[in-house]
């Protein structure tokens, strides 16, 4: 039995809410309100096929009565068709408790927006058939490299954990500008807060919240193959690290300027990847280490 009133349908987990306070008088005006993105058609549809449902598996449908603190089940669809990404992902080792896998560019880790099957999660749940696979750490669409996924829920908080007491080291790798007049390596501190637009980030006066150490592998004529090792975890952290330096990550669309979006164009993918993860196992205390096998 899942622990679900619906299963899991081509990689994708039914989604869930609990009725929040509010007053409608059916279940057909809740939704449509709550998703405006979504048609009112799409739910009744839905409600017909009876995929949308209660705690107990039973249909709702557009008649039914709003419940504060109902959970209510459903699964994600989108209302245009996905463009396919060209890139496929690697999975680099499996055990009884984690999945690591190589992560192109391009892919989502989870669904979000208008990406839903085309995403590393449903992928991998499509691949593997394990509805209880779960990202514990995440990467940005634009960045490949090492992710790794819980597949046992008894001992995911454990690995949780260690993300959270920043006892993982990261290493990444990045192609950008040359940067001269300065010894490498060294560490880079600012404060990083939100910027001005959606989704991106920025430095501001204050105390630093975020630090990164970057060192040289190798220059490539104008530009340089750097490592940077992020000793904190702020969103976008290296590529405005290195944007703040004057060297931009090639191919970033968001510093240091944002660039109009590219919707589904993969031509230009941004020169950053994860290159590896390594910790002491909180289970076996043996030193585990995972290494991308992708080129910048």
């Given at each position: 039995m899942s622990r679900h009133p619906l299963p899991m349908r081509d990689g994708v987990a039914p989604s869930y809410l609990y009725l929040p306070e509010g007053d409608w008088p059916d279940m057909i005006t809740f939704l449509a309100a709550r998703f405006p993105d979504v048609s009112e058609a799409s739910w009744r549809e839905r409600m017909a096929r009876h995929d949308v449902v209660d705690a107990d598996g039973q249909p709702l449908l557009p008649s039914s009565r709003f419940k504060r603190g109902l959970r209510i089940f459903y699964y994600r669809e989108l209302e245009a068709?996905?463009?396919?990404?060209?890139?496929?992902?690697?999975?680099l080792h499996m055990d009884e408790h984690l999945v690591v896998v190589d992560k192109p560019h391009f892919l989502p880790v989870i669904p979000t927006g208008r990406f839903l099957h085309e995403t590393l999660l449903v992928r991998l749940?499509?691949?593997?058939?394990?509805?209880?696979?779960?990202?514990?750490?995440?990467?940005?669409?634009?960045?490949?490299?090492?992710?790794?996924?819980?597949?046992?829920?008894?001992?995911?908080?454990?690995?949780?954990?260690?993300?959270?007491?920043?006892?993982?080291?990261k290493e990444y790798e990045a192609l950008a500008p040359r940067l001269h007049g300065v010894e490498f390596p060294f560490s880079y501190r600012s404060r990083m807060v939100e910027g001005d637009k959606f989704f991106t980030m920025k430095?501001?006066?204050?105390?630093?919240?975020?630090?990164?150490?970057?060192?040289?592998?190798e220059q490539r004529g104008e530009l340089t193959l750097y490592r940077l090792y992020p000793h904190t975890g702020r969103q976008h952290q290296l590529r405005v690290h290195l944007s703040s330096l004057g060297v931009p990550i090639v191919n970033d669309a968001f510093?240091?300027?944002?660039?109009?979006?590219?919707?589904?164009?993969?031509?230009?993918?941004?020169?950053?990847?994860?290159?590896?993860?390594?910790?002491?196992?909180?289970?076996?205390?043996?030193?585990?280490?995972?290494?991308?096998?992708?080129?910048?």
């Amino acid at each position: 039995m899942s622990r679900h009133p619906l299963p899991m349908r081509d990689g994708v987990a039914p989604s869930y809410l609990y009725l929040p306070e509010g007053d409608w008088p059916d279940m057909i005006t809740f939704l449509a309100a709550r998703f405006p993105d979504v048609s009112e058609a799409s739910w009744r549809e839905r409600m017909a096929r009876h995929d949308v449902v209660d705690a107990d598996g039973q249909p709702l449908l557009p008649s039914s009565r709003f419940k504060r603190g109902l959970r209510i089940f459903y699964y994600r669809e989108l209302e245009a068709p996905e463009t396919p990404i060209p890139f496929q992902e690697e999975i680099l080792h499996m055990d009884e408790h984690l999945v690591v896998v190589d992560k192109p560019h391009f892919l989502p880790v989870i669904p979000t927006g208008r990406f839903l099957h085309e995403t590393l999660l449903v992928r991998l749940r499509k691949t593997l058939g394990e509805e209880d696979l779960v990202p514990i750490h995440r990467l940005d669409r634009e960045t490949a490299g090492v992710v790794i996924f819980s597949r046992n829920a008894a001992t995911r908080g454990t690995y949780q954990s260690m993300f959270q007491k920043r006892v993982i080291d990261k290493e990444y790798e990045a192609l950008a500008p040359r940067l001269h007049g300065v010894e490498f390596p060294f560490s880079y501190r600012s404060r990083m807060v939100e910027g001005d637009k959606f989704f991106t980030m920025k430095e501001a006066e204050g105390e630093p919240n975020s630090e990164t150490l970057i060192d040289i592998i190798e220059q490539r004529g104008e530009l340089t193959l750097y490592r940077l090792y992020p000793h904190t975890g702020r969103q976008h952290q290296l590529r405005v690290h290195l944007s703040s330096l004057g060297v931009p990550i090639v191919n970033d669309a968001f510093y240091p300027v944002a660039l109009p979006c590219k919707q589904d164009d993969v031509s230009q993918p941004l020169q950053l990847l994860a290159r590896a993860i390594s910790f002491i196992d909180p289970l076996s205390g043996e030193w585990r280490e995972f290494r991308s096998r992708r080129t910048l």
